[in-house]
């Protein structure tokens, strides 16, 4: 195949999206330049601390910053955090007790929020053995219904609704920061005490606006995806209202501990770093997205979001239509990478996932989405995920690959 004609062709049909992107892109610069100009951060912040980390002020303005970017009143930032899951469910278990009722809107959570939440399988120590109550709202034409989440929240006044920003697993199309809006206008005018959370792992900087701006009470997200910038080397974060975060805060440390300790003697740096970069490496991730879908849009295979669909995350999908052509994609994506580029990836089971997940991810930072990785489970209708990617030239060389290695498969097959 014809991979420089592939990739002008591809080029001719991104031009306008991109240009969409950088614009996003030079507004959130600026959003967390004057972040960081208002909280005065300095050099001498970047230092750890040990033991209980009291007066730890590295810790407290990275807290501040992540709260005047996302509009916050108050935020929790911490190495602490082993992945976005482990943010979202702290908060989940802060704020929900036995008898409560917490209410997915979006359909089915996410794979590991599933194991977290405990009514799909049986997990120990879920929300569902703590007693808390759990109902989604099914989707209606692949996409979140008005109608019945109004009738649900009416219906049970649960204390807690919880809104998945990204796809997950699915192939429906992620939310815009409109829609976060009007799911919330929905709550609010039905049950205003309900607690409105946004799982925003995988949107950070892809639109204008954080899901606070939209009225969401608190939201939660991972430092190994955008907000980290490709640097961070582990983390999460939550932000919102200052008695929810701070409920959130007891529930990581100790009750009446909360926020006030928590040291990191390796320092802070990557953060600061990491999440100054985060508007520039979402972009360049997405723009990775963008360039993916009009590869193999042209190459005859589904896709979704489409080439010129305005993009709201990271994930790109690419139906590939079996399991052949799903390991022959992240063979190809994994040879042009820059780490363990000599590995084949196989279909194997993970911790949190009910069917056999292949995946590659030659990262510097295990298991960091926000670089070029793809994944997906072994099963109908054969969907690859594709997100990350924190340099846009890399993202063109592997995709190309990728699709080099299905076509080359493809011929092979034909002659066997």
């Known amino acids: 195949m014809d991979l420089e004609a592939l990739r002008k062709k591809a080029m001719s049909t991104c031009a306008a999206q991109f240009e969409r992107i950088d614009t996003i892109c030079l507004h959130n610069t600026e959003k967390v330049l004057q972040a960081y100009k208002e909280a ?3 050099a001498y912040q970047f230092a750890g601390t040990s033991g209980y980390g009291y007066s730890d002020l590295g810790r407290e303005k990275l807290d501040e910053v992540f709260a005047r970017v996302f509009k916050a009143e108050k935020a929790l930032v911490r190495p602490h955090f082993v992945s976005g899951t482990h943010a979202l469910a702290t908060v989940l278990c802060a704020l929900l007790n036995t008898g409560d009722l917490l209410i997915s809107l979006v359909g ?3 794979d590991t929020m599933q194991g977290v939440i405990g009514y799909a399988r049986y997990t120990p120590h879920s929300l569902k053995e703590k007693g808390v109550q759990y109902e989604e709202v099914p989707l209606k034409e692949n996409t979140y219904d008005l109608d019945g ?8 006044k649960p204390k807690v609704v919880l809104i998945q920003r990204s796809r997950g697993y699915s192939s429906r199309p992620s939310l815009k920061i409109a829609d976060i809006r009007a799911i919330i206008e929905t709550v609010r005018a039905v049950s205003p005490q309900t607690i409105c959370f946004v799982d925003n792992c995988y949107g950070e900087f892809a639109a204008e606006e954080e899901p606070i701006e939209a009225g969401a009470d608190i939201i939660a997200g991972s430092l190994i995806k955008n907000a980290g910038g490709g640097i961070a080397p582990t983390g999460g974060y939550i932000a919102g209202r200052e008695d929810l975060v701070q409920a959130a805060a007891d529930y990581l440390t100790a009750p009446g501990l909360g926020d006030e300790l928590g040291s990191y003697a390796a320092g802070y740096r990557l953060f600061f770093q990491g999440f100054f970069m985060a508007p520039h490496v979402t972009a360049q991730a997405i723009k990775g997205a ?3 879908a009009a590869v193999f849009s042209e190459l005859g295979f589904a896709v979704s979001p489409q080439p010129q669909d305005l993009r709201y995350d990271l994930i790109q999908t690419i139906y590939l239509n079996s399991e052949r052509n799903m390991c ?3 063979e190809g994506l994994q040879s042009f990478s820059p780490v363990d580029a000599h590995v084949t990836p196989i279909p194997g089971d993970m911790p949190g ?4 997940i292949i995946m590659a991810a ?8 926000i670089e070029l990785s793809a994944d997906g489970p072994i099963r ?8 990350g990617g924190i340099v846009f030239e890399h993202n063109v060389l592997a995709v190309l690959q990728a699709a080099k290695y299905i076509c080359d498969s493809e011929e092979g097959a034909a002659h066997d």
């Open 149 to 156: 989440i109004r009738q649900a929240v009416a219906a049970g």
């Open 40 to 42: 005065q951060i300095s």
């Open 380 to 387: 109908e209708p054969y969907m690859i995920y594709l997100q």
């Open 362 to 369: 030659g990262d510097f930072v295990q298991g960091s989405s």
């Open 353 to 356: 996932y009910a069917d056999k």
């Open 328 to 330: 022959r994609f992240c």
């Open 108 to 110: 089915a959570p996410y």
């Open 290 to 292: 963008v360039f993916a």
